[in-house]
C-alpha cells in the first residue's frame, strides 16, 4: 500500500513525497480511510507508530474537502494532548503535511507567555493543538471558544489521566458541541479511558496497535550491575566505549530527578562528553534549545526525566541508557522505545543497584523477558546482581521515601512536584510556574499498567472488548 492509494487531496500528496512518506504506517492504513468516512476512531496506540500523520492527513483533508474555516477566536479541530513537547510535534506536522494548504494552525501550551498564542486565536485556525491547562486558561480569559469545532481528537488519553487532566478534559467536553467527529487515541485502556472513550465516542472504529514488543524485540537490552557510588563512574566507562564502537552514537540518558539530571551533565562535561539536560525545572526555551542540539547533533547526550520518555521523537537515537531506573514499570517501555525507531537498531542499557533490583525484576515480569546481565565492564557489583528483590511495591516506597529526602534535602527538585501545570492557572502549592505540564503529580495504583500487546488487531466498530492486558 502506497499513500497515493488514498484519496488524499494533491496538496497533500506532494507534502507527503516532500517529506519522504511513501509507505503508510500500519495505523496509518487502519485509520485514515476511517477518519476520511468521518467515523469515530478509537486507536490504542503510541507515539513512534505513526499515529499523528494518522490522524492529521484525514483531518487536513476534510477540512479541504468541506471548505471549512473558523471564526476569529475559534477552530474548526481541536486536538488536546498531554505535554507542551507533544502539542509542539503535532503542530510542526501539522505545518508540514499541510505546508501546501491554505490553512492556519495554532498551538498552546503553558510555561510560555499567552501573547503570541491569544494572536493566533484571533486569526480563526483551523487546527488548534493544546494543552488542557492553558487551553481552559485561555477560554477562561474568554480568548478561545469552542463551540465551532467539527472534529476533536484526544491525544494520548492514558497519559492525561497520569497526569492528572480527567477533570480538565471533562471540562473542555463540555464546552464542544455535541455534534462532532471523535478521534481518541491511548496507549493503553485502562478502566477509566474506556469509560471516558465510551462518553467520547458514538460507534467508533478501533484500531490497535502497540509496538512495544516489536520495538523492544529489535531493541539490544543488557543489565549492568553497579553500586550507587560508582554509577557515575561506569554511566562515563559505557559511553567512552560505547562511543569508540560508534562514534555517531546518540545517547539519550534517563534519570529520576531534575538535579540528578544537571549533575550528571556537569560530569559528563569534565569528563569530555557534551550533553544537555532535559527536565521540568527547565524553561521551555531552554528545552526547546536542549533538544534542538541533541536532534542537530551538536551535543551526543541528553539527560532527560520522564519527561522525555514519550512524545520526543529525534531520529537515529542509538542508545537509551536508565542511569535509573523508573519507579513506574511502565515507563522503562516507552523509555527503550526511544531508540530502535523506524526499522533501525538500538541498545537499552539499564545501570541497575541493589536497591532498584525490584524494579528490574517487575519489568522483567511484565515484558516476559529475561534482561541480559552484562558483567564485562569495571564497576561490576556482584552484591548488586546477588541482592534480594523485595515485594515492588515495598520497593517503590522505599524509592519514594528516598526522593522525597532528597527532595526536603534541597537537591534540586523532585521529578514531579506538586501542582506544577501546564498554564498559569494552576496555582502550585510548592512551585509556582516553569514546570513541565507533565510534572503533574502521577496517579497513585495499579491503573496505569500498561499493554504490551505485540500484535495489530483491527474490528470495525465496538468499544466494548478490552484489550488483552499483557505485562504493563
Ligand atoms: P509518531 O508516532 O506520529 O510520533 O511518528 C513517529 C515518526 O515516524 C515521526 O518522525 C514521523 O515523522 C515518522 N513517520 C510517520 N509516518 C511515517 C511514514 N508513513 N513513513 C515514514 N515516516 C513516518
Not at 507534502?15 to 476512531?41: C, H, M, N, S, W
Request: net charge positive.
Amino acid at each position: 500500500m502506497k499513500f497515493t492509494d488514498f484519496p488524499l487531496d494533491s496538496k497533500i500528496q506532494t507534502a507527503l513525497t516532500k517529506v519522504g512518506y511513501e509507505t503508510p504506517t500500519p495505523i496509518q492504513e487502519e485509520a485514515i480511510p476511517f477518519v476520511l468516512q468521518k467515523r469515530d476512531l478509537l486507536a490504542i496506540a503510541q507515539t513512534g507508530t505513526g499515529k499523528t500523520a494518522a490522524f492529521c492527513l484525514p483531518i487536513l483533508n476534510n477540512l479541504v474537502e468541506n471548505k471549512e474555516k473558523a471564526s476569529a477566536k475559534k477552530t474548526k479541530t481541536l486536538i488536546l494532548t498531554p505535554t507542551r513537547e507533544l502539542a509542539l510535534q503535532i503542530y510542526e506536522n501539522l505545518v508540514l503535511y499541510g505546508q501546501n494548504l491554505n490553512q492556519k494552525y495554532a498551538v498552546i501550551f503553558g510555561g510560555v507567555s499567552q501573547g503570541r498564542q491569544v494572536q493566533a486565536m484571533q486569526k480563526g485556525p483551523h487546527v488548534l493543538v493544546a494543552t488542557p491547562g492553558r487551553l481552559l486558561d485561555l477560554i477562561n480569559q474568554k480568548h478561545i471558544i469552542l463551540d465551532e469545532v467539527s472534529t476533536f481528537v484526544l491525544d494520548e488519553a492514558d497519559r492525561m489521566l497520569d497526569m492528572g487532566f480527567m477533570n480538565d478534559i471533562k471540562k473542555v467536553l463540555k464546552l464542544l458541541p455535541k455534534e462532532r467527529h471523535n478521534l481518541f487515541f491511548s496507549a493503553t485502556m485502562p478502566k477509566e479511558i474506556e469509560t471516558l472513550a465510551k462518553t467520547i465516542l458514538k460507534n467508533p472504529h478501533k484500531v490497535e496497535i502497540t509496538p512495544e514488543s516489536t520495538t523492544v524485540e529489535r531493541i539490544q537490552q543488557s543489565v549492568m550491575y553497579v553500586d550507587k557510588p560508582q554509577k557515575t563512574d561506569l554511566l562515563v566507562h559505557v559511553l567512552k566505549e560505547k562511543t569508540k564502537e560508534n562514534p555517531k552514537m546518540k545517547t539519550l540518558v534517563f534519570v529520576e530527578m531534575k538535579h540528578v539530571a544537571n549533575r550528571i551533565t556537569e560530569t559528563l562535561a569534565k569528563s569530555g562528553i557534551s550533553s544537555a539536560a532535559i527536565h521540568g525545572n527547565k524553561s521551555q526555551g531552554a528545552r526547546q534549545r536542549a533538544l534542538k542540539e541533541f536532534t542537530d547533533g551538536d551535543v551526543s547526550v541528553l539527560v532527560a526525566t520522564d519527561i522525555a520518555s514519550r512524545g520526543i521523537d529525534v531520529d537515529g537515537i542509538t542508545h537509551v541508557i536508565n542511569y535509573e531506573l523508573s519507579n513506574i514499570m511502565e515507563s522503562y517501555v516507552h523509555r527503550v522505545g526511544r531508540t530502535a525507531r523506524a526499522g533501525k537498531d538500538g541498545a537499552a542499557i539499564s545501570l541497575v543497584t541493589a536497591d532498584e533490583k525490584s524494579y528490574l525484576k517487575g519489568i522483567e515480569e511484565a515484558t516476559s523477558q529475561k534482561i541480559p546481565v552484562d558483567r564485562d565492564h569495571p564497576h561490576h557489583s556482584e552484591d548488586a546482581e546477588s541482592a534480594p528483590t523485595t515485594s515492588v511495591g515495598k520497593a517503590k516506597a522505599k524509592m519514594e521515601a528516598e526522593r522525597k529526602a532528597n527532595r526536603r534535602g534541597g537537591g534540586g527538585g523532585g521529578r514531579r512536584p506538586q501542582g506544577a501545570a501546564s498554564g498559569g492557572r494552576h496555582k502550585s502549592k510548592k512551585k509556582a510556574s516553569g514546570s513541565s505540564s507533565s510534572d503533574r503529580p502521577k496517579r497513585s495504583g495499579g491503573a496505569s499498567k500498561r499493554s504490551t500487546t505485540s500484535k495489530k488487531t483491527s474490528s470495525s466498530s465496538s468499544d466494548s472488548k478490552r484489550p488483552a492486558r499483557r505485562g504493563y
